[in-house]
């Protein structure tokens, strides 16, 4: 092509042509004809030079990348080297110890090759988003090329091509119209906005119109619902707004942090790493001191015993390394795994599907909830909610549909107009849904309500002409044969209607209209319209004449009333609305619909105070950058006539505030703000492929009330998760301490290695999933949401002090009782007798963790006989590998000392001493339980 088709292109392509242009420097820009179309040669040049309209997908990463990238995961980097530690070592170890670091090697391997295996099977589930925009494109556009109208593949649309558009039809690409005939396209999918759009081909707009405002484009995936037009293909694949949805879904949240349990966790798993580092160096330090004190005795002149072994020999490194590392919560992983997945199977059963396990845990967390109004806070159906005549006008009261049907015979006329001049049709083949204009299917479901539906009146008359709504006169109107001659029906803007009008209907009977009546009516008109609804005037007239071609019937007609119609807020989700802000969570509703209709929605839902005005257009989130937006999002929770970008924008805004943000939406212009959010969540049922497929949880029921079930249900697994992490280190840190002391006091290892992994996995992972599946709730929702809370806290810290020095005591009584008193020095005999206490302390701990007032002995339901039978099978495992013979030789059974083992007073002291944290425990809940009931004395005083 020549030199002005390079100019062509560079605007087409890379700059995009202006917004503002009138239609005939469009079509000179672009190079088209509007009779004939393109040629089949210059359509065939221009999609080979610049591709087909159509979405193609990203290839995703192999399943082997996404493999390697779990390992990334501190916690699974941790326990790997634990691992390689003891596959090291294996010959260089004595025969006796071998056993037990190849034991321990292949189990925790296990561990973290079972938590890598689940998490990369989640990873390659996820992208979905770009397959669903593929899917929802218009396989085949109705075009002219060479003259002729041709039926086309809709990836063959290049811009210029010549576009038609009927009713019904999907619009195939972006399309700067041409030519309008009442053109209404739904484009709430794209805009958010719940009603159709009426199209203008003659308007020309500014250059920074929102999206939804553009009356002279149509965009492609849209529906048409009305009427037709012709127009000129301006963009196509990626260069459409849902292709531009697209590259956001593909850029946005490239780089999301992690969630905020994994953030959690892998902060906790550092801290404990430094510890335990900082524990190891100690350890070697003592070694070395230890080492030079056998050699030089005099010099030191330390009255203890020196180890049995030695820092220079590899074993007791060995050792010494496996006692730093032990602090490191082996059971943590497997027991989030099942607690998650375990949650994420009720959470589904209660209407809301988590597409990954961490989701749980960070819904609960969420400090803002930002929802999309249409379909999500509304039905995204219109409906009827306010019926006046004249007479109710005068009353300043409307009627809604039930109270109508009380009195049908009074708004029998005002019924008629709505059923006559009226196009939508009930779909043959799911009576729930309709065909057409959705503010005419609106009235048809009124008509229905109130047994006055299509089959007892289109059917009754013959319609024999219409004059179509269009964006001048603002109405419609249809012409009906009747016995006694002609009837017209009009319903459209009420102001144009009311001006029109020389009779009104009144109840008793039809009079002449005053300008005091068009005053009266004006008046309310306009508080109808503050409450955000969308109102028709309706009218009708009769008359003798057969109907001629462009007569006009909308002449002295009579008024027979007002319908103000709304997409209606879901009833529920006013309670769930205030249940978050009880909780202290916040929640934004972010819309493509009017300044004014998105602000009545937020004080009618309790989402703004009544005297809270404060919202942000789309013009305005464009006019500031990212700081001022970041300001300006503390103190905003309404946003209308937003486009995607501008939501992607918000939701990145409450983000760097430090908020954990969960956003809601059922469109694909929610898709790249569902994909940024820490959790999307997508309606389940009115949801777009694309939401879905962006989405982390999808609400099956397409209820908001379930958001706030979903948080609820999220602090519980928050709050057992961290009762989880304070039982495994207080146990872990009570067992370090313990075998750091005795065997640096006395020189024994109190317990071996093969005790120590039986302790995690045995006695510890059983009681820890049934505390981290404690679905009582104890209130979570009134303890208000915390974006700074840690899962090693202040509280927690003390906590697992008190517990960890509890069973630390415990034990040491145990080991010194039976040292001094029994004269156990028997090795082995005195492991088996530490294992068991230490397993019996850290298994009664557990009850403790059901309720932090409640007593062990409460009646709190389930969860505690659920508890008691954990710990009662952990106990059956642990006497069985003790007293079983050939399985009691993995314990170190086969080496004890006979006498000893059996004597009964040892086995009163080992069962009756491991009781001292949960006394400790239950003196603390009494006085928490006191210090509560004072307080709440207080207040009522």
């Given at each position: ?518 005053n009266l009516i004006k008046t309310y008109l306009d508080k109808l319209s503050s409450k955000a609804l969308r109102v028709l005037g309706m009218a009708s007239s009769e008359f003798k004449d057969a109907p001629k071609k462009d007569s006009n019937y909308e002449t002295s007609m009579t008024f027979m009333g007002l319908v103000g119609m709304i997409d209606p807020p879901r009833p529920e989700v006013f309670g769930a609305v205030k249940s978050c802000h009880d909780a202290g969570v916040r929640v934004a509703m972010i819309t493509g619909d009017h300044q004014i209709t998105a602000l009545a929605i937020a004080h009618n839902l309790g989402i703004v105070e009544e005297n809270d005005n404060t919202t942000l257009t789309g013009i305005q989130i464009d006019s500031l950058n990212d700081e001022q ?79 706030k079930t979903a948080i609820n249900d999220g602090r519980i697994i928050t709050r057992n998760i961290r009762n989880v992490i304070s039982f495994i280190l207080s146990t872990n840190l009570a067992t370090a301490l313990f075998i750091f002391i005795f065997t640096y006091v006395f020189g024994i290892n109190p317990i071996n290695i093969t005790q120590r992994l039986l302790l995690d996995l045995v006695t510890d992972t059983l009681p820890c999933i049934f505390i981290g599946l404690n679905a009582n709730d104890f209130g979570v929702m009134k303890d208000k949401a915390n974006k700074n809370a840690k899962l090693l806290d202040k509280s927690l810290l003390v906590e697992v002090l008190i517990n960890s020095l509890a069973i630390f005591v415990t034990v040491s009584s145990v080991f010194l009782i ?124």
């Amino acid at each position: 092509m020549g030199s002005k088709e390079q100019v062509i292109t560079k605007n087409i392509y890379l700059d995009e042509i202006k917004k503002n242009l009138t239609i005939d420097k469009y079509i000179d820009q672009v190079q088209t004809n509007t009779k004939n179309g393109l040629t089949a040669i210059d359509a065939k040049e221009r999609s080979l030079k610049y591709g087909e309209n159509e979405i193609k997908k990203n290839k995703g990463n192999a399943w082997y990348k996404i493999l390697f990238l779990q390992f990334k995961d501190l916690l699974n980097i941790m326990l790997s080297i634990i691992a390689i530690v003891d596959f090291i070592c294996l010959d260089f170890l004595p025969e006796e110890n071998r056993l037990d670091h190849l034991i321990q090697g292949i189990v925790i391997f296990v561990i973290v090759f079972v938590n890598i295996g689940l998490a990369t099977l989640q990873e390659l589930k996820a992208e979905k988003a770009l397959e669903a925009l593929q899917k929802s494109s218009s396989p085949v556009a109705k075009v002219i090329r060479d003259g002729k109208q041709q039926i086309i593949a809709t990836k063959d649309l290049v811009v210029g091509d010549i576009v038609l558009l009927e009713e019904g039809c999907i619009v195939p690409a972006d399309l700067r119209l041409y030519e309008t005939n009442s053109l209404k396209i739904d484009e709430s999918a794209l805009t958010g906005e719940s009603l159709s759009v009426e199209k203008d081909a003659t308007k020309n707009i500014d250059e920074k119109t929102a999206l939804g405002d553009r009356v002279n484009y149509a965009f492609s995936s849209t529906i048409v619902t009305y009427g037709s037009g012709i127009g000129i293909v301006c963009a196509i694949g990626l260069k459409t707004e849902i292709g531009k949805i697209a590259v956001l879904l593909r850029t946005s949240n490239k780089n999301k942090d992690l969630p905020p349990l994994k953030k959690k966790i892998n902060n906790l798993t550092k801290i404990l790493t430094i510890f335990a580092f900082s524990l190891l160096a100690l350890m070697i330090v003592l070694n070395i001191v230890l080492y030079f004190a056998h050699i030089y005795p005099d010099f030191f002149n330390l009255g203890i015993i020196p180890p049995y072994k030695f820092w220079v020999e590899l074993d007791t490194i060995v050792a010494t390394v496996a006692l730093a590392i032990s602090l490191v919560p082996v059971a943590l992983p497997v027991t989030t795994t099942v607690v998650l997945s375990v949650s994420v199977s009720k959470m589904a059963k209660k209407n809301a599907l988590c597409k990954e396990l961490t989701i749980v845990e960070t819904i609960g967390n969420a400090t803002v909830i930002c929802t999309d109004k249409t379909g999500t806070l509304t039905l995204n159906k219109m409906t009827v909610t306010d019926i006046c005549d004249y007479d109710d006008i005068v009353k300043e009261a409307t009627k809604n549909p039930s109270q109508m049907l009380k009195e049908f015979r009074r708004y029998k006329h005002l019924l008629a107009v709505c059923m006559f001049c009226n196009n939508a049709e009930i779909d043959s083949n799911d009576k729930s849904k309709f065909i057409g204009d959705p503010t005419e299917a609106a009235l048809i479901v009124l008509g229905e309500n109130v047994d006055f539906g299509i089959n007892k009146t289109r059917n009754k008359y013959k319609r024999v002409y219409e004059q179509p709504f269009d964006s001048d006169r603002k109405r419609m109107t249809t012409v009906y044969k009747t016995k006694r001659g002609y009837i017209s029906f009009t319903k459209g803007s009420a102001e144009s209607i009311l001006e029109l009008c020389s009779m009104i209907q009144t109840k008793t009977g039809v009079r002449k209209i005053t300008q005091k009546d068009k005053n009266l009516i004006k008046t309310y008109l306009d508080k109808l319209s503050s409450k955000a609804l969308r109102v028709l005037g309706m009218a009708s007239s009769e008359f003798k004449d057969a109907p001629k071609k462009d007569s006009n019937y909308e002449t002295s007609m009579t008024f027979m009333g007002l319908v103000g119609m709304i997409d209606p807020p879901r009833p529920e989700v006013f309670g769930a609305v205030k249940s978050c802000h009880d909780a202290g969570v916040r929640v934004a509703m972010i819309t493509g619909d009017h300044q004014i209709t998105a602000l009545a929605i937020a004080h009618n839902l309790g989402i703004v105070e009544e005297n809270d005005n404060t919202t942000l257009t789309g013009i305005q989130i464009d006019s500031l950058n990212d700081e001022q937006l970041q300001v300006a999002v503390k103190s905003c929770s309404v946003y209308a006539r937003v486009s995607p970008d501008n939501k992607l924008r918000i939701v990145k805004a409450f983000k760097n505030n430090n908020e954990i943000v969960g956003m809601t939406g059922d469109g694909t212009n929610d898709a790249p703000a569902l994909k940024e959010a820490n959790v999307g969540i997508a309606m389940g049922i009115s949801g777009t492929d694309v939401a879905k497929g962006a989405a982390g949880i999808l609400l099956l029921d397409d209820n908001f009330t379930t958001i706030k079930t979903a948080i609820n249900d999220g602090r519980i697994i928050t709050r057992n998760i961290r009762n989880v992490i304070s039982f495994i280190l207080s146990t872990n840190l009570a067992t370090a301490l313990f075998i750091f002391i005795f065997t640096y006091v006395f020189g024994i290892n109190p317990i071996n290695i093969t005790q120590r992994l039986l302790l995690d996995l045995v006695t510890d992972t059983l009681p820890c999933i049934f505390i981290g599946l404690n679905a009582n709730d104890f209130g979570v929702m009134k303890d208000k949401a915390n974006k700074n809370a840690k899962l090693l806290d202040k509280s927690l810290l003390v906590e697992v002090l008190i517990n960890s020095l509890a069973i630390f005591v415990t034990v040491s009584s145990v080991f010194l009782i039976s040292y001094f008193g029994f004269n156990v020095k028997n090795e082995s005999t005195m492991n088996i007798f530490c294992f068991i206490s230490l397993s019996l302390s850290r298994l009664l701990l557990s009850l403790t963790y059901v309720s932090k007032k409640e007593s062990v002995f409460s009646n709190q339901g389930k969860i505690y006989s659920s508890l008691w039978l954990a710990c009662s099978i952990s106990i059956l495992l642990l006497f069985a590998m003790i007293f079983i013979p050939g399985l009691n030789i993995i314990v170190g059974m086969d080496k004890v000392d006979k006498k000893l083992i059996y004597n009964p007073y040892i086995w009163l002291l080992i069962v009756l001493l491991p009781l001292i944290p949960n006394v400790i425990n239950e003196i603390k809940k009494n006085i928490m339980r006191k210090s509560s009931a004072n307080k709440t004395i207080q207040v009522a005083v």
